[in-house]
Each structure stands twice: as structure tokens, then as C-alpha cells.
């Protein structure tokens, strides 16, 4: 079932489905979304915020979402190589894109150990 989530602003009213957001990048006192077709939008939510809303509004599901230090929250469902010794993490969905973020060797190994242990 797909879940929307909106972000009102006093000018805009955004709405995009959770299974299509990429990841969430900071940018100072904005957040730019990005989607799996590749579409970039900024708004203005720090990522701290973004994080709130997204527990707000999606419950349950926001477990869908990760948090990694403190320039990015991730869709766990895209992840595909954490490389820990080139600062490196690849989020694909095997067919439209792929995305290799910059993130601190410290904040991959803490998600790295972070996955193995969910999985028990």
C-alpha cells in the first residue's frame, strides 16, 4: 500500500510516496529530498526536523528510513554496499539508479553494525 507523505510550507504543498525517496540530505536549515527517478527538492525543514516528521507521520514505518550521522537519513530498502574503507555508501534499486554517498568511516561502521544486528 502506498504511504504519502506531505511537507506544507506557507507557499508549497509537497507530496511524495516513502517507496520513492531515495535519501535526505542536509543542507543547513534545508533538507533536499531526493527520489529513485532522480528528482531533487529542497525544502525548508532541517534534517532534524525531517527526521520528527517522518516518525510523525508515517509510524510504524518510519523504520523504512535510517538516520547516518548528521548530514543523511537513507530508504534501508535501497542499500547495497556499505564500504567502510572508501567513506562510501551505495543506495540502488537495481534498474534506475544509483546513488554513492560520502559518509564517515565512524557513522558507516555504527549502521553496518546496526543492520547485522536487526537481522537476528
Known sequence: ???LIFFNSRDNL??????????????GNYTTIVTKNKLKVQVG?????MET????????????FMRIGKRFIINREFIFN?????????LTD?????YS??????????????LILSRV
Open 1 to 3: 500500500m502506498r504511504q
Open 94 to 98: 537495481m534498474e534506475s539508479f544509483v
Open 101 to 114: 554517498l560520502p559518509i564517515s568511516k565512524d557513522a558507516l561502521k555504527k549502521m553496518k553494525d546496526l
Open 14 to 27: 509537497l507530496r511524495l510516496d516513502m517507496e520513492r525517496i531515495a535519501y535526505f540530505e542536509a543542507d
Open 45 to 49: 525543514i532541517s534534517l532534524s526536523r
Open 82 to 90: 556499505i564500504d567502510c574503507a572508501h567513506q562510501r555508501l551505495v
Open 53 to 64: 516528521a517522518l516518525g510523525e507521520q508515517l509510524r510504524e514505518n518510519a523504520s523504512i
